[in-house]
């Protein structure tokens, strides 16, 4: 995976924890990888609770959108989930197989989806695509900003 937003220094960081997992290309593993996101959140300390929540919603929107755009639900490609702490910040990377970029949408005041691109943007410092458009990434402070969505 490329990680031009996110410098990496050499050796190990004594404050970095990282967990990669890849999940079939199906709803039901949306799920999961929620709960996979907050087991590793609270394993790895020091996160404020409504940091935590804003990063597993990040985690739900980015796992849904790989899910329906990036292969097809069902698809028997694998969805990964890879997060890293370090530095005062939770990277989340989501990985699918479509090259076409994450878009946000507008959705119509009805509409029942559409919306999770601008969440991410809300809840993120900074968001966008990677590794020739297969990895949406976005990275959380773990200071907390101020009211959530």
């Known amino acids: 995976m490329a990680h031009e937003h ?4 050499p050796g190990p960081s004594p404050s970095h924890d990282t967990v990669e997992v890849f999940l ?5 593993y ?15 300390g020091g ?6 929540a804003d990063t597993v919603l990040i985690v739900s929107e980015l796992m849904t959108n790989a899910v329906q755009h990036g292969g097809g639900a069902d698809s028997p490609q694998a969805v990964g989930l890879r997060m890293e702490h370090r530095d ?21 005041e009805t ?7 601008h969440l991410v943007e ?3 410092a900074a968001w966008g695509t990677s590794n020739t458009n297969h990895t949406t990434w976005a990275r959380v402070s773990t200071e907390p900003q101020g009211p959530s969505c």
């Not at 996160?47 to 935590?52: K, N, Q």
């Open 88 to 108: 005062g910040q939770v990277l989340v990377e989501v990985t699918d197989n479509s090259s076409e970029p994450a878009r946000r949408k507008v959705a119509g």
């Open 24 to 28: 079939p290309s199906a709803p039901p």
């Open 47 to 52: 996160i404020p609770p409504e940091v935590a």
């Open 111 to 117: 509409a029942t989806n559409g919306r999770g691109l």
């Open 30 to 44: 949306v799920g999961m990888s929620r709960r996979i996101a907050a087991g590793a959140m609270e394993r790895w």
């Open 6 to 9: 996110l410098p990496r220094t």
């Open 122 to 124: 809300k809840l993120a």
